[in-house]
């Protein structure tokens, strides 16, 4: 099954829940598709703030981690954080890397293994920064 996404607005973020499978698809194309009506929707509606909760199976290969990463660019600003959730624990590996990709890019993305901590996180950036 492709991507399939749901967008919830909660206080101050915008909650993606993304369910599907990695196999068998265009992962890059997929995520990037996916990603670029997110941007829309979150600058439509003046978000800041994105808390991603993805329940897929299957595994991301460091390339399409890579692409991705580099895909996403274009599609963010300044203000954004993105807060990652991957309830897979088999991609924690390529999630830590990706952060870290996304990190050297410019990009404030944090991976975390539950929503609970990835919503303080992003409350703490709210406090913080007022965003």
């Known amino acids: 099954m492709p991507y399939q996404y749901a967008l919830t607005e909660c206080d101050n973020y915008l909650r993606i829940e993304v369910q599907g499978s990695r ?25 800041n703030m994105i808390l991603a909760v993805f329940h897929l199976d299957g595994t ?8 991705i990463v580099a895909g996403v660019q274009e599609l963010l600003w300044p203000e954004l ?26 990009i404030n ?7 609970t901590d990835a919503v303080a996180w992003l409350q703490a950036m709210y406090t913080t920064n007022r965003y």
């Open 81 to 106: 954080v993105i807060a990652y959730v991957d309830t897979d624990p088999v991609n924690r590996k390529e999630n830590i890397i990706a952060e870290q990709s996304a990190m050297l890019h410019g």
């Open 109 to 115: 993305f944090r991976t975390f293994l539950t929503e």
């Open 60 to 67: 991301r290969s460091l390339m399409d981690t890579f692409n």
């Open 23 to 47: 196999s068998k698809t265009d992962v890059t194309q997929a995520s990037l598709k996916m990603w670029k009506a997110v941007a829309e929707h979150c600058k439509h509606k003046d978000f």
